[in-house]
């Protein structure tokens, strides 16, 4: 018998881990992506001679510490990979000019936080004992055999110890552990450190794995990790079809059978795995025949990540003597300044400083992101002309805002780019322009999803649409788990290789 072929749609992390892993369990597979790169969001882009990075602040499993470096090593991501591990997530600055190194280590976090705020020492341990609590459960990469059945044993035994205090952070909100706070540098910190609803887990888990020295920085940004997954799925005799929208996916007595793209094309296989957008997938693709009340919940109630605009910039400047960190800095502006129809009085600063293959030799990108109304934009896209202006409104902006930091800064950005939701629905059809997903709520947090739909066989979905959180990791891991459960269900075992 020939094997089962697999049409996959989506070429971000997604869809081409499935592709991989269908590809080591013996099937066929070819993946359709919309547009002509690989990555999905995970994407960077050139301009004048500046690298402007759309993703990647920090890699979960850099390190073989956490059990995801084995994931990563499945895909092919790490081979000759480079880390940068930063001991500052971000650097906070308010109106009196005083400044908050959030650092990653608890220790050294919590002595900072009390030299600003000693009226905050409740709240201050309470934050950093959550970060240790994150480090002793970890997600440690097991050994094999007796040694590593005892390494489960112990891990798994000291992980009861802990769950009890650790509900505790996956009910909070940030906004709610930011009003635990009295100082107002501290509070605004902690509230906007990632996003308000989104639960307090994604802090304190996220400094725990930036302390262990787990989740580095992988140097040159995100479309290297998108091109080393492509080459490992290429190699294992993949295809990829670039600039290949699919508009259908093709349905028979109820079964998925295939894809029909914009072109009028019609793919024929066994079996069909969407990575796209969940949205578009379901209510497009599928024409929303194959939805329940759970499904329609999702969409009409559950809090996404937020549209963007996203501004690079390439300026001649090294900023040497700005403090390295994973976020940039974070200051308020003396004056607000409005993006997309909204005043800002905050503008956070990624700098690119630490990464040296971003930029020409003593210059630097940096980015810049602000929450935005995907309707907004829409609207305003109706007259190109409109659009292009108000894009232009936002350069000026942002270049004024910077000159409040960095008086001088205008004459020396050589290059600035602006993209807004559209842009990311333009790349990728996120829904709304959403950068990734689900927000990962308290409510949200632990949820588990199906990654198949009721009435239609043959079909499953995978990536950001299909868990809460997104993000690499769990791109990687929902393309991982369609291929197991197609496994599964072929009573095929399931194994992969690594590099």
Known sequence: MSPKSIAIIGAGFAGISAGIYGQMNGY???????????????ASWKRKGYTIDGCIHWLVGSSPANSIFTFWQEVGLLKDRQFVDHEIFMVV??????????????DRLEKHMLELAPQDAGAIRELTDGIRLCKKMGQPAFKGGLAGLLQKAGF?????????????????????????????????????????????????????????????????????LAQAIEKRYLDLGGTIHYSSPVEKILVEDNRAVGVRLKDGSEHRADVVISAADGHATIFKMLEGRYVNDTIRGYYDNMLIFPGLVFVGLGVNR?????????????????????????????LSAHLYNFDPTLAPEGKSVLTIMFDSDYNYWK???ADPAAYQ????????????????????????VEM??????????????????SFEGWMITPKALMMKMDNTLPGLQNFYMAGQWVQPGGGLPGGVMSGRRAITDICKKDKVKFHTTKI
């Open 156 to 224: 798994f035994a000291g992980m009861l110890s802990v769950i009890p205090q650790m509900k505790k952070w996956t009910n909070l909100s940030l906004g709610d552990l930011g009003n635990h706070f009295q100082d107002p540098l501290l509070r605004k910190s902690i509230k906007d450190s990632l996003f308000p609803d989104m639960a307090a887990l994604g802090l304190v888990m996220t400094l725990a794995f930036l302390d262990s020295k787990t989740a580095g920085y992988p140097l040159g940004g995100s479309m290297p």
């Open 318 to 346: 090294s900023f040497a003597d700005e403090t390295q960190s994973v976020s940039g800095v974070k200051y308020a502006l003396k004056t607000p300044i409005v993006i997309g129809g909204k005043s800002h009085e905050i």
């Open 93 to 106: 600055e308010d109106e009196q000019g005083r400044a908050f190194n959030m650092y990653v280590n608890p």
């Open 389 to 412: 202006a108000e894009k232009h409104a936002v350069s000026e902006a942002v270049l004024d805002g910077l000159e409040q930091r960095w008086p001088g800064i205008g004459s020396q």
């Open 28 to 42: 066929t597979t070819q993946v359709f992506e919309l547009h002509n790169l690989p990555g999905g969001l995970c």
């Open 379 to 381: 609207t305003l896209a």
């Open 416 to 433: 600035i780019d602006v993209a807004t939701p559209l842009t990311f629905e333009r790349y990728t059809g996120n829904w709304q322009g």
